[in-house]
């Protein structure tokens, strides 16, 4: 009878082990966010060096990806499956607020979203918001200008990412897929600043 108590405890443990993975699984890891960010800033520099716009900043805080609030009627589905869909929800439920760290993010200079948000509090309502702001971002960072990722927003297999990058000029919507073990991007909304 003792036996059969520390099988069935057993039993029960490894099958709350294999459930436990499972969920893990579904869901998308600091890592995971970290090795994509490295990737779509090493596809940003080369864009950017063909540019000959190379931005030194990278803002920390991930923003919430346009489509949440910039563009409601997004079809997702035309990107993703549909059982992505809660998934995709879920991700950006859980990582509002997302920080990058520098030590884990050598090619920019992270700088804070918060100094960035300030520099328009004390202005005039008489002075152009715009000007502002680049007055007073200037006088701290120079002209060396910034970079701003979104969540990267992950299917569940994790072989599709949409991520949106912008700049002081614009910004765009990018796909990434995953084929043949190698990610593959295309640039699916391009907007101006």
Not at 76 to 101: C, P, T, V
Not at 106 to 135: E, G, T, V
Not at 176 to 182: I, L, Q, S, T
Request: aromatic residues 14%.
């Amino acid at each position: 009878m003792k036996s059969f108590i520390q099988y069935l405890f057993l039993t029960v443990f490894l099958i709350g082990c294999t459930n436990q993975r499972k969920t893990d699984s579904l869901k998308v890891t600091d890592d995971e966010i970290y090795v994509f960010v490295k990737m779509v800033l090493k596809d940003l520099e080369k864009t950017q060096k063909l540019e000959g716009t190379q931005d030194y900043y990278l803002i920390d805080q991930l923003a919430t990806p346009s489509f949440v609030y910039d563009n409601p009627s997004f079809k997702l589905d035309k990107y993703f499956q549909k059982d992505d869909l809660d998934f995709i929800q879920k991700q950006i439920g859980e990582r509002e607020n997302f920080l990058l760290l520098q030590d884990s993010i050598k090619s920019k200079r992270i700088i804070s979203q918060k100094i960035i948000d300030s520099f328009n509090n004390d202005r005039k309502d008489n002075i152009d918001r715009k000007s502002h702001f680049l007055k007073n971002y200037t006088k701290k960072y120079g002209k060396n200008f910034y970079d701003k990722l979104s969540l990267p927003i992950f299917s569940k297999d994790k072989k599709t990412v949409l991520i949106d990058i912008s700049s002081f000029f614009g910004g765009k919507t990018i796909i990434y897929r995953k084929e043949n073990n190698k990610w593959k991007s295309d640039i699916i909304v391009g907007w101006t600043g």
